[in-house]
């Protein structure tokens, strides 16, 4: 029977016109040179960029394609993105033949690509700086000796902190976390008045931070044995770090536990708390708003914690290194000039733009630099060096896509799972989701 | 004829120009239900080509691929995905994450509807209640509400229930004894469905109310105030009168909600801020995460064809009745 | 099913029809009526009115206070400082204009051709016996219930390559594909709803038309679609929020520039935290030209709606 009904529908697919048409295109594919003089002349390259270049440094977009167009004669055409679902547009553009051929992915979000063809090698060595790529950048793009994607911008995440409530309570930035506890208790209880107010700012799907204090004990997300992959969050030291972690946020933490870290630096703004933990650039988006958001030369606001706020590496807790890469497309036809913009983008000019918009430069060979030239972002720079990135699994993106850890840590912060039953149920989880074939 | 004010009540003011192009003997073909010809198929052909594009292609495209296993890998280099027959069924079906969403989803719709329907009839016989300009600004409310797009008002209410800077938080705290500060709102399941439901139930109220409003102008007054002479209660009016007159426009709504509140996507959704957790999945978000997040695009579909399936059963009733009537005339 | 239309249908039945007379008798159900009913009835009506505008009240509180007041703990119920500030940052946002404009374009082209279509439809099931006649009832009933979702990547792989034999042509990325999309996203609902009001008229007069020499189309032309207009209106109330509020669809298939407003106000919710200032003050446009529409035509809305949904 079932066969039968499978065999009735190849037939209706041939028909139909849904069988089989493409390229083998994950048959050793070359790889795309980046080097010598490409003529683009009447040529147009497609990029999608994320919609954080658009609003945090266009003029560094701006810039490099200036360049790209002087030198190759090419135009491009930047188009820009939202995150909230901007993988489901990639999904249906790379089904069809018109495809953009730069994409920027988040590092996380770029393995479930590079394993299913949809990108082309590039040749590392023509690229600026890449011999010394943040390797959690650089990783997502590893696939059997090659590489897939360039890295193009990373943020690591700090302490960011008031520093007129610390020095309140005769504190300064924490250097062990038992320090960091203690400061959390004694501005808590410094600020009792304010019902509002709770020391530290976590919200509860975080899972960036959360699975930084699971690393901060040695614990870990999933790891591989053989092929075959194993979540290792009920393991004793994930559990050690998941429970640090759950009694920090349940002491000190008044922000909503179903909510992720997209508002913290606005709601932090707001002055009722001390501390929080996000990337560099929060800090400024705290002091500091838009007046108008739209307009990325629109003139700044301060907030009521302007000029209020330092940053310092998180004690003990290694920082997630987030970020972006880009790739070029494998159903491309001018993947010549595609790796010859990435490469004008990636640059240490454009490096340097980023890194005056408060992100983190793709090579650590650029981070000290980068700390001496903007002291906003020095404590971050300072903090990926000791980084820690998500399995590099191809399906990695579908349980970030799927909440699972988010779920598991809002169920665990309102008590409704134990920790070593959240932790369990993520696993169970996450093993099904990496190894579904 | 129709309930209201229908077109056809009024008087054409020159029924087909009796000046021109008569001509004599011409008989109108009484026997109508024959001979048509080709024309009513020339006339409903752009219809049914625009459906069978834009719809049938790729509903039979989602048919056939709910019968493979196409991953992202296939989607890219656009080679046939393996078949698997019934596997994503099996798999669907067998799955008791997908029979609690269902469950979910059903119950969700039949509250939702339930509220909608009886508020919507309530609000109705209200405006048949109320002096006019009352009437007028509660017209105007349901106007406004009816316009605000449903990512909108999605949007207004995720605001308003944010547990920081939330409006709702602020008042209900402000009730005596009541510690409402930093309170989520989805954490418990219950309250989160309520806030769904309560979006919901808003903005489909003025399209019940208003449309059973106009039903209600219809009952004859003559008839109501008879019944009141002859000692009828209010409550025996509106059961014995009222009710069944507007029987039929009752069904029709009632489908009409159900058929979109089981398709609940956006409410939940944006409240949810793009990443429902599993107790505020519906059928609808369920299978676009399961196609799009989760990349198993075989499964969204196996999920969508069920999701089908299990409408067209819920519907069967309204399917055939609304089939009578399109028989009858 | 009762047939409430036999009953003969009083002068005034429109809700908000205006009338000079100050006598109260439009329709309004007396059973009951006493001074402190009245008083009652309209207490509730005005407290359930400001509950359904109390969101909306929300919307404009927000959209007209300066950022700073919109992310504050306390929140002010009047904005102390009332500004246009929002809603000149969205209308000076890249494609704000833009995107309205297509949203207007698209909404329009699919209303527009999905009456057109619809009613070509509609006639055909209405006036006509044909073998086939019950096929086509049927799958327009049943296609309403298919959710559009499921159907987005066939779609565009479809529009993608849309071969009309002489010419192949790419309809992503253009009004014109979404507003195709659109158009048979409404059709099934405008077919039947139209199909309501035909069968509303009755025959005899398309027969007398004839008699007095009318050819069918004269018929169709000269008759029916007039005495259907109210109903093409009531029928587009559906067509037209339908094809405004979509977003998802249009997101996959078109890139930002030919994208429609809601498509836009998505762009308020970035990583780097949710703008709700100037999105406050976008829902708001957003909505005026529903808002416009719906005055425009608001004396049809209620009649259509009871009509064409009694009648299918």
């Keep these: 029977m079932k066969r039968k009904i499978a065999a009735v529908a190849a037939i209706a697919a041939t028909l139909l016109g849904a069988a089989a048409c493409g390229s083998n295109s994950d048959e050793d594919a070359p790889t795309t040179s980046a080097s010598g003089k490409v003529d683009g002349t009447g040529k147009t390259l497609k990029v999608w960029l994320m919609v954080d270049a658009q609003s945090a440094w266009k003029n560094v977009v701006d810039d490099a394609s200036k360049r790209f167009t002087d030198a190759t004669g090419a135009t491009v055409n930047v188009e820009y993105q939202q995150w909230a679902n901007h993988l489901t547009k990639l999904d249906a553009t790379l089904a069809g033949s018109d495809v953009p051929d730069v994409v920027e992915l988040g590092n996380t979000e770029f393995p479930k690509y590079v394993f299913s063809g949809a990108f082309g090698a590039v040749n590392p060595a023509d690229y600026e700086n890449s011999d010394s790529w943040l390797q959690g950048l650089k990783g997502a793009c590893d696939f059997e000796g090659k590489t897939y994607c360039v890295p193009y911008y990373a943020g690591a995440r700090v302490l960011i902190y008031r520093t007129d409530l610390l020095k309140k309570v005769g504190a300064e930035a924490p250097k062990s976390y038992d320090e960091f506890l203690a400061t959390a208790e004694k501005v808590q209880n410094a600020e009792k008045a304010n019902s509002k107010f709770g020391a530290v700012y976590m919200p509860g799907q975080y899972w960036y931070a959360a699975m930084s204090w699971v690393k901060s004990t040695g614990g870990d997300i999933a790891k591989q044995e053989g092929d075959k992959w194993v979540g290792q969050l009920s393991q004793p030291q994930s559990i050690e770090g998941l429970q640090r972690w759950v009694d920090m946020v349940k002491k000190y933490s008044k922000a909503d536990p179903t909510k992720n870290e997209n508002d913290q630096a606005n709601t932090f703004a707001q002055g009722t708390a001390a501390m929080f933990y996000g990337n560099a650039w929060e800090q400024g988006a705290a002091e500091e708003t838009k007046k108008d958001p739209n307009n990325p030369d629109s003139p700044l606001v301060p907030t009521k914690v302007k000029g209020k706020l330092a940053a310092a590496p998180m004690p003990e807790v290694p920082s997630f290194l987030g970020g972006s890469n880009l790739g070029i497309t494998e159903k491309s036809q001018q993947k010549e000039l595609a790796a010859q913009w990435i490469k004008a983008f990636t640059d240490s000019t454009s490096m340097a733009g980023l890194v005056k918009a408060n992100a983190l430069p793709n090579a650590t060979a ?62 169970d989880q996450i093993n099904t989701t990496l190894n579904e074939s | 004829m129709s309930v209201v004010d229908s077109p056809a009540t009024r008087r054409p003011r020159d029924p087909g120009g009796p000046r021109q192009n008569r001509v004599p003997g011409h008989v109108a073909p009484r026997r109508r239900k024959r001979n048509s010809g080709l024309v009513p198929w020339a006339l409903a052909v752009p219809a049914l080509v625009l459906i069978a594009a834009l719809l049938g292609y790729p509903l039979v495209r989602m048919l056939v691929l709910s019968f493979q296993n196409m991953r992202l890998r296939e989607l890219i280099s656009g080679r046939t995905p393996p078949w698997v027959g019934f596997d994503q069924y099996t798999r669907v079906l067998t799955d008791e994450v997908f029979w609690a969403v269902v469950g979910r989803t059903v119950a969700f719709t039949v509250v939702s509807v339930l509220i909608s329907v009886i508020g919507g009839l309530s609000i109705a016989l209200l405006m048949r209640r109320v002096t006019r300009g009352v009437r007028l600004f509660m017209v105007i409310a349901m106007m406004f509400v009816w316009a605000l797009p449903q990512l909108v008002a999605a949007q207004i209410f995720r605001w308003m229930t944010d547990s920081d800077f939330g409006v709702v938080n602020y008042l209900i705290d402000k009730l005596p004894g009541v510690n409402y500060q930093n309170h989520s ?71 009409l909600s159900v058929i979109w509140n089981f398709g609940l996507f956006t409410q939940a959704w944006v409240l949810r801020d793009g990443h429902p957790e599993p107790q505020f999945q519906t059928l609808a978000t369920y299978s676009y995460t399961q196609a799009f997040g989760q990349a198993r695009y075989s499964l969204g579909s196996a999920i969508a064809v069920i999701t089908v399936l299990l409408m067209l059963g819920v519907m069967i009733f309204y399917i055939r009745q609304m089939f009578r009537i399109g028989e009858v005339d | 099913m009762v047939a409430p239309a036999a009953t003969p249908t009083p002068a005034s039945t429109v809700p908000l029809k205006r009338r000079k007379s100050k006598a109260v008798d439009d329709g309004v159900i007396t059973v009951g009526r006493s001074r402190s009913g009245t008083i009652l009835a309209n207490t509730a009506g005005v407290l359930f009115s400001v509950v359904m505008l109390f969101p909306v009240y929300w919307v404009l509180n927000t959209a007209f206070k300066p950022a700073d007041e919109v992310l504050a703990l306390e929140p002010g119920f009047w904005p ?38 619809g009613f070509l ?43 009309l034999g002489f010419k192949k042509f790419d309809l992503t990325d253009s009004l014109i594909g979404v507003s195709i999309t659109y158009l048979v996203l409404i059709l099934p609902y405008t077919i039947w709803t139209l199909r309501g009001f035909i069968s509303g008229i009755p025959r005899e007069l398309d027969e007398a038309a004839m008699i007095d020499g009318c050819t069918r189309a004269q018929v169709f032309w000269r008759i029916i679609l007039p005495l259907t207009g109210p109903g093409l209106v009531a029928t587009s109330v559906y067509g037209f929020i339908q094809a405004w509020n979509e977003f998802i669809i249009i997101n996959t298939l078109n890139s930002p520039e030919k994208q429609n407003l809601m498509a836009w106000l998505l762009q308020n919710q970035t990583t780097r935290g949710t703008a709700w200032g100037p999105l406050m003050a976008g829902a708001i446009i957003t909505s005026i030209p529903v808002v416009v529409f719906f005055l425009i035509i608001q004396r049809n809305i209620a009649t259509g709606l009871t009509a064409g949904a009694v009648k299918g």
């Excluded at chain 1, 399906?395 to 896509?401: C, G, L, N, Q, S």
């Excluded at chain 2, 139930?201 to 449309?211: E, M, N």
């Excluded at chain 2, 209010?234 to 029709?252: D, E, G, V, Y």
């Design chain 1, 366 to 427: 650029l981070l000290d630099k980068a700390a001496a030239d903007n002291k906003t972002i020095a404590p971050a720079a300072l903090a990926a060096k000791n980084s820690w990135f998500p399995p590099n699994a191809e399906k990695w993106a579908d349980v970030e896509k799927g909440a699972v850890l988010q779920t598991m840590l809002t169920d665990v912060l309102t008590g409704k799972k134990s920790v070593a039953d959240g932790a369990k149920w993520a696993d």
């Design chain 2, 185 to 255: 709102w989805f954490v418990n399941p219950w309250q989160g469905w309520s806030v769904i439901t309560a979006l919901v139930v808003w903005a489909g109220i003025p399209f019940l109310a208003i449309t059973l409003n106009a039903g209600l102008t219809q009952v004859p007054k003559e008839l109501l105030e008879a019944a009141t002479v002859d000692g009828a209660t209010p409550w025996q009016s509106l059961r014995n009168i009222i009710l069944p007159i507007l029987k039929p426009l009752i069904t029709i709504v009632t489908t």
């Design chain 3, 80 to 117: 102390s400082n009332p500004t246009f500030d929002n809603f000149i940052s969205a209308f000076k946002a890249p494609l704000f204009l833009q995107d309205m404009l297509n949203g207007v374009i698209i909404t329009l082209l699919a209303v527009a051709g999905a009456l057109v279509v």
């Design chain 3, 121 to 163: 439809g509609a006639l055909a099931i209405a006036r006509f016996s044909f073998y086939g006649r019950k096929a086509i009832i049927l799958v327009v009933l049943v296609v309403q219930l298919v959710p559009f979702l499921a159907l987005l990547i066939p779609l565009f792989l479809m529009l993608q390559n849309v071969n």
